[in-house]
């Protein structure tokens, strides 16, 4: 009677391993239809035990031990047509080897199924052995689909049962082995199993079977599983191999056109292919090209914007600060191309714009605030436009990860899916579930989910999709010359001509200071005591608020009162900040801000005294700009007098600022450029506080007297400057304010010093300027007498203009933020600099820097204990102090940009690449071809983050780096931190991978998330928008049927609800019905049918067309990381 196998009760793996080790079993042949490689674990010990015998295969007496036969794993079809020909005779060899190499294809495919285990490849090796050792044979059956499943045991010696045979469903796979719904049969008679070898040896000497044992050890041996080691330099290089795709590809794909060809570097060439790139996918729309001041990334974005006007047959929008625009007609002219300009601070007619397929923001950090008009304006255009966007910026973000989110979101909607998420957020708050109950109506891969994050991973995993960035180390490593006449490195123009990398050097120039002279009253301790008794009521408007009588405001005027909280506690910090750093930069300077502010508020007192509106205006708002070149800040605009005089004398009587309130406040009334409230609406207080500071600032400017010229001891150091030290040379001079700038270029020019200019940011054409004193680097020809030797200016020439006929810079004002010191330095170390060194000089008081270090500290103190007004967007002294005694002490590389490896990884990973595979080509061969999931393993000095680095492609095909210690904690999941942990060159060795390796690449997998997640029924507080919308859908949906509530309607509105239910809602529709759910004339009938009207049109949730998918992420390859002492 037969044995039944249906692995419930009897184990089909049970009954297959008995008949294989029976006594006196000594070969086995098997029929299957699939052949799973892995599944060979189940019976690898028992054939190995068996020591085979003689067959005869067509008259051949052969050795065997275990036979092979695979009946449904076919190759292509075309490749099955032409076995099937219909000529008698054996296919040939050719179509045998194209067969071979599809089943080869096939089976490595079915290796990188699934996660790599140690079992498994110990198993998958013993495999291969025993096919080299010629215990096991395989071969392909293609005469026709062979379905069967025959399971054969020999044992020649039984004289009355010599064959064992086992027939039913289960293929040689592990789930055929061992799980439920599977049949088998074990035939005991001795004709039975005869009949069925006989079977068998029919299909395994028919002429469409071919043997494919050797294409199976191939795909055993090159795979994860080979018995050779993988080198950890291949592993490394297969990472970078794989980043570099989009590099790679957009440095392939696209062809610049001749006149940039012939103009650009290879790594400016480089830049335009990878942004490129970036452009054209669609699911992005947008790139930022971010290269360090000086590396050329206007004439970049020209040669973009001259690819699309070539392939598209389209026209481009420059958008860039007003004082580029004479910089980008030049460009326009020169390379001939179809692009309007517009200045960044007027409007656009969004409406009437022509369609523009390119649209590149010139300098998109000045569009950091998106609560900007001007920022709105432009992102309205982008977004009714649907075109590509470029941004350009030399300082992607300055203090705070939204001014990323900013820049981006004027291409990017809220909502849109970016196929990443931030991981470190998610792991932060404990899982995907914790964030989903956090953050329930954000769609979990959006812009909007990214700004919820602080961490520096998530920030540098998501401008990987977008940003090129290269620094000038990254440019001297990777592309520069070496001259070796001085070792010194350059770049190489077409022409043959060089522009060498110079030195910047930190030079402090000190003026002296006497007790009791007007520098040392200025930086006394009465004078910042006085500065901290300030109240800056104007600043606090809301703190003097009287809320009775506010409400009895008009809606619009309650609109401005509202908006008065929105940024004035913040100005109060930045405006005493700004009274120290005029201070810093001259007491010309700093005196007329005294003045104006006194003014300022004897204009507010005249229109309380009067009964009168306040003027409300920009200084509610802080732009970026604030208090800084524009010095009269705004809709205070109000001139000032003795200017032009030698000495500078601020009245300190009261009644001087009172007779000119009138006027000033008349002359407001007339531009009517402000916003007025009524002063009614504020109690007695604020007139209080602001007769005190007036009194508190006369105080200040008679303590300081009168401003001598003669005695500015620090523009005497400048005039020796100018006249001894560099008397021909020529130099440009950076002051913050305008006020200083004019100061200067006075008394220089009283001074008789001849051929100075000034560029401020009421200076009509400052790209004539900029040409007048670099004529060279601005290709154009002026005789010496009309060239500038001194361009006086301010940081409105930080941006965009070309300044490198100068190698000599001068830092007026006592240094702040060190950023703007290398970004001024920038502006004369670009390309074409024949210098082989940067003059960069810097103020300070003679008798040393702790003074103005210890003033700083105190102030800014002071600000942050009086009201929480800094914050993350404006730490005064974080990391200032020692720069401050760096370039004091004149330490070399103070000046030198910050984050010089702060690289795009594309452009890091594709050099990486290419120098590997300059030095050896045979690479170019090498890696593409390594399988997937390999591994390997190298030794690292660091025992507390020894593990397993593994590197995973999502199924859309992001990657995803985690490196896990072998405590199976999270090391990181930044790619550029992983990437340096995994650098090694060709003579790393291979050590002994740890036993639980795999264990750390199933970790790191099953951690990937799920990309298919929505937000599963989560809707957080009974206050949050989907939370009531759900509660009143379903009471809609219990009522009866009737005629406007069809049946159709009734089930539509049921798919409604489970989408609100399962996935997030559309900026757009979570914004029309939040606002639908505040009103409360909004019925349940306008509610249901607005609800369908937009699921109708696609328009009510983020609903990923590939939801159903399964795919699971794509192992690329690991790297194991075994801690080893160092004996160096």
Excluded at 92 to 101: G, L, P, S
Excluded at 387 to 412: E, I, R, V, W
Excluded at 496 to 524: E, H, N, V
Excluded at 911 to 934: G, V, Y
Aim: charged share 30%.
């Amino acid at each position: 009677m037969a044995r039944i196998y249906d692995n419930l009760e009897t184990k089909f793996t049970d009954g297959l391993q008995g008949i294989i080790s029976n006594v006196g079993v000594k070969r086995v042949d098997f029929c299957v239809g699939y052949f799973n490689l892995r599944g060979w674990n189940l019976i690898v010990n028992e054939v190995d035990q068996l020591s085979g015998d003689f067959v005869y295969e067509q008259n051949d007496r052969i050795f065997r031990t275990c036979r092979l036969l695979i009946g449904m794993h076919r190759p292509d079809e075309d490749l099955v047509r032409s076995l099937y020909s219909g000529k008698k005779q054996l296919p040939d060899a050719e179509y045998v080897q194209k067969c071979r190499i599809a089943i080869a294809r096939d089976f490595k495919k079915q290796l990188l199924l699934g996660l790599p285990s140690k079992n498994d490849e110990w198993t998958l090796r013993r495999l291969s052995a025993q096919m080299k050792e010629e215990k096991v044979c395989v071969r392909l059956y293609l005469r026709e689909p062979l379905h069967a499943k025959l399971y054969l045991a020999y044992r020649p010696d039984d004289n009355f049962n010599p064959i064992q045979a086992i027939m039913g469903s289960s293929n040689l796979t592990y789930s055929g082995l061992t799980r439920q719904g599977e049949l088998n049969a074990e035939f005991a008679d001795s004709d039975s199993a005869e009949k069925l070898s006989e079977w068998f040896d029919a299909r395994w000497n028919d002429k469409f079977c071919i043997d494919i044992t050797k294409e199976l050890i191939d795909a055993i041996d090159n795979s994860w599983a080979g018995e050779e080691d993988i080198p950890p330099y291949y592993i490394y290089l297969k990472t970078v191999y794989h980043l570099s795709q989009e590099a790679r590809s957009g440095i392939k794909e696209f062809t610049l056109p001749p006149e940039f060809r012939n103009t650009l570097f290879d790594f400016q060439q480089n830049a335009v292919k990878i942004a490129a790139k970036h452009l054209n996918n669609d699911k992005r729309n947008g790139a930022m090209i971010g290269d360090v001041v000086g590396l050329g990334k206007t004439i970049t974005a020209c040669a973009i914007a001259k690819i699309y006007e070539m392939t598209y047959a389209s026209s481009t929008l420059i958008i860039c600060p007003a004082n580029l625009q004479d910089m980008w007609a030049k460009y326009k002219q020169k390379y001939d191309l179809k692009a309007d300009i517009v200045s960044m601070q007027k409007p656009i007619d969004v409406e009437n714009t022509w369609n523009y397929r390119l649209i590149i923001v010139d300098e998109s950090h000045n569009l950091r605030n998106s609560s900007g008009k001007r920022y709105h304006n432009i992102q309205e255009l982008i977004h009714k436009l649907d075109c590509k966007t470029l941004l350009l910026t030399a300082t992607p973000y300055n203090k705070d990860f939204s001014d990323l989110a900013n820049q981006l979101k004027l291409f990017l909607s809220d909502d849109q899916d970016l196929g990443i998420r931030p991981e470190a957020y998610i792991q932060s708050l404990g899982g995907e579930r914790e964030f989903q109950r956090k953050h329930s109506d954000i769609h979990i891969r959006s812009i909007k989910s990214f700004e919820q994050s602080d961490k520096t991973d998530d920030w540098s995993e998501l401008m990987k999709l977008f940003l090129v960035r290269r620094t000038r180390t990254f440019i001297k490593d990777n592309f520069a010359l070496t001259d070796e006449s001085n070792g010194r490195k350059y770049l190489q123009f077409p022409d043959g001509s060089k522009s060498y990398f110079p030195d910047r050097i930190p030079k402090a120039l000190k003026f002296k200071t006497q007790q009791g002279d007007q520098y040392s009253r200025l930086y006394s301790e009465k004078m910042v005591a006085m500065m901290e008794e300030l109240l800056l009521p104007r600043y606090g408007l809301t703190k003097y608020l009287n809320e009775a009588k506010a409400e009895e405001a008009s809606r619009a005027e309650k609109q401005l009162i509202e908006n008065l909280s929105k940024a004035g506690q913040r100005i109060m910090g930045f405006c005493k900040s700004t009274f120290f750093k005029r201070m810093d930069s001259s007491g010309f300077a700093f005196l007329l801000t005294l003045k104006r502010h006194i003014l300022r508020n004897a204009i507010f007192l005249y229109a309380i005294d009067n009964k009168l509106n306040l003027p409300i205006g920009d200084e509610n708002s802080l732009p970026d700009d604030f208090m800084e070149d524009e010095d009269a800040n705004g809709m205070f605009d109000m001139g000032d007098d003795n200017q032009d005089s030698d000495d500078l004398i601020i009245p300190t009587d009261m009644e001087y600022y009172e007779q000119k309130a009138k006027k000033h406040y008349e002359l407001l009334m007339q531009k009517n450029n402000v916003n007025w409230l009524n002063s009614k609406y504020f109690k007695r207080t604020l007139k209080q506080n602001l007769k005190k500071d007036c009194q508190c600032i006369i105080k200040m400017i008679q303590l300081c007297g009168q401003w001598k010229t003669k005695e500015d001891q620090k523009l005497n150091e400048l005039y020796k400057l100018v006249t001894e030290t560099y008397p021909k040379d020529k130099i440009v001079l950076f002051t913050q304010y305008s006020d200083t700038a004019k100061y200067l270029c006075r008394q220089l020019r009283k001074k008789n010093v001849k051929r100075i200019d000034i560029a401020t940011g009421d200076s009509k054409n400052t790209t004539n300027i900029v040409e007048h004193f670099s004529p060279v680097s601005n290709e154009k020809s002026y005789p010496a007498d009309q060239q500038s030797r001194i361009l006086i200016a301010t940081d409105v020439l930080s941006e965009g203009q070309n300044l490198q006929d100068a190698h000599i810079i001068i830092n007026y004002d006592l240094p702040w933020a060190i950023i703007r010191l290398i970004q001024r330095a920038g502006r004369v170390d670009r390309i074409g600099q024949q210098s082989d060194h940067i003059d960069c000089y810097s103020f300070f008081p003679a008798d040393g820097v702790e003074q103005v270090i210890n003033l700083r500290k105190r102030l800014n103190d002071r600000i942050n204990e009086a009201a929480n007004v800094v914050g993350s967007d404006e730490v005064f002294f974080e990391g200032n102090e020692q720069n401050l005694r760096d370039m004091y002490n004149e330490k070399s590389g103070s000046l030198d940009d910050v984050d010089d490896n702060d690289v795009d990884l594309a452009s890091q990973a594709y050099q990486i690449w290419k120098n590997a595979t300059d030095a050896k080509p045979e690479l170019k061969r090498i890696i593409p071809h390594l399988s997937n999931m390999i591994n390997a393993t190298k030794a690292t000095t660091d025992r507390l983050n020894d593990g397993v680095i593994t590197y995973a492609q999502t199924r859309s095909g992001f990657d995803v780096l985690s490196w896990y210690n072998s405590k199976g904690e999270i090391v990181s999941q930044s790619q550029k931190r992983i990437l340096q942990a995994m650098e090694c060159d060709a003579a790393e060795p291979n050590v002994e991978p740890a036993d639980h390796h795999y264990d750390l690449v199933k970790k790191a997998i099953d951690n990937i998330g799920d990309e298919n997640t929505h937000v599963g029924g989560i809707l957080g507080s009974r206050f949050s928008t989907r939370y009531k919308i759900i509660q009143r859908l379903e009471r809609y949906y219990e009522k009866p049927v009737d005629l406007f509530f069809s049946d159709e309607n009734k089930e539509e509105l049921k798919y409604a609800i489970n989408d609100i239910y399962n996935y997030p809602l559309q900026e757009t529709a979570k914004f029309n019905l939040g606002r639908m759910m505040r009103q409360n004339n909004v019925s349940n009938d306008d509610l249901v049918e607005y609800v369908l009207d937009m699921r109708k049109n696609n328009q009510l949730c983020i609903i990923d067309e590939d939801t159903n998918s399964n795919k699971e992420p794509k192992i690329i390859c690991s790297m194991g990381l075994r801690w080893r002492e160092s004996h160096s």
